[in-house]
């Protein structure tokens, strides 16, 4: 995924964070092309964050251990398994989230994962699902903020 498609997708985040949902899509397309940025790539953006909010995985059970397999240990650098793997042991995420988060790091247009896409990510689909106090642990996650971690 090209740069100025996270770029997007970080503003629409932060959006969501704040106000809970995405807002009037025409209004966001007519800003961040008056912002430079192309219609194919806002509307990119804004694509992978539908996606994001409505797609369901599978369901997993919590105390299961996740491996990566060699494609997925190929595209995701070390720094971001690690932070991927953490996120869960400390509370943040289920393994029901943890396969959606990986799932969707896969379809990026990008030949390495790293900790910062994992990032982005996790605080999206961590507000897309029903979770309570899903704003404060996407600011966590965002901030990497471990102490104070409530489950």
Do not use: C, T
């Not at 932060?14 to 192309?38: C, F, H, P, T």
Request: glycine share 4%; proline share 1%.
């Amino acid at each position: 995924m090209q740069k100025k498609i996270w770029e997007i997708i970080a503003v629409l985040i932060q959006y969501v964070i704040e106000e809970g949902e995405i807002g009037d899509e025409r209004m966001w397309k007519a800003s961040l092309n008056l912002q430079g940025y192309s219609p194919k790539e806002v509307n990119a953006a804004i694509a992978w964050i539908k996606a994001v909010m409505i797609d369901k995985g599978a369901v997993m059970m919590d105390k299961s251990m996740r491996v990566f397999a060699s494609f997925e240990k190929a595209r995701f650098s070390n720094e971001a398994q690690g932070f991927l793997l953490k996120l869960k042991e400390m509370g943040f995420i289920d393994s029901k989230l943890q396969e959606e988060i990986i799932e969707r790091a896969l379809m990026l247009d990008i030949p390495q994962i790293k900790k910062d896409d994992i990032k982005v990510i996790s605080a999206m689909m961590l507000s897309a699902s029903s979770k309570k106090n899903w704003k404060e642990k996407a600011i966590k996650i965002i901030e990497e903020d471990w102490k104070e971690m409530s489950h």
